[in-house]
């Protein structure tokens, strides 16, 4: 080896992440997933969104409505607030849909779908038995 070269390591430098083992990544989508599953669901709060959007404007009076039959009608801050509200819960249970195919949905909630709940009827097959 001549002075202009430098030593190379023989092995990989290693971080402290890969001497621990590295963690697996977790899937983007729920593993058989359809993909036109995954656009249906990432479609959903973009066609609920100019909804939203035109409430809101419509109740700030720039969509072009007005109180033309009532002139003397002023809108209340609960119009305001309920509007805003309404197209925030739209909008959050559009985003819901997200989870249909994301993991974060797939695992659900701490505890919730995991256990058994007892059934207030007997499944199916026992129904056609007893109208026999």
């Known amino acids: 080896m001549t002075a202009t070269q430098s030593a190379r390591p023989t092995t990989a430098p290693t971080s402290e992440r890969t001497k621990r083992g590295a963690a697996k990544p977790k899937p983007k ?14 479609a959903v709060p973009l066609v609920v969104l100019p909804s939203s959007i035109w409430r809101l404007l419509m ?3 720039a969509a072009g409505v007005d109180h033309s039959a009532n002139p003397g009608y002023r ?15 739209c909008e959050g249970l559009a985003l ?32 056609a038995r007893a109208l026999r």
């Open 29 to 42: 989508y729920v593993p058989g997933t359809p993909r036109w599953a995954q656009l249906a669901a990432h």
């Open 59 to 61: 109740t700030a009076g």
């Open 75 to 89: 809108s209340q801050l609960s119009d305001y607030l309920y509007v805003l509200l309404l197209s925030a819960v």
């Open 96 to 127: 819901l849909t997200l989870g249909l195919v994301k993991p974060w949905g797939a695992d659900g909630l701490a505890g919730v779908g995991r256990r058994r709940h007892p059934r207030l009827l007997p499944p199916p097959r026992h129904h």
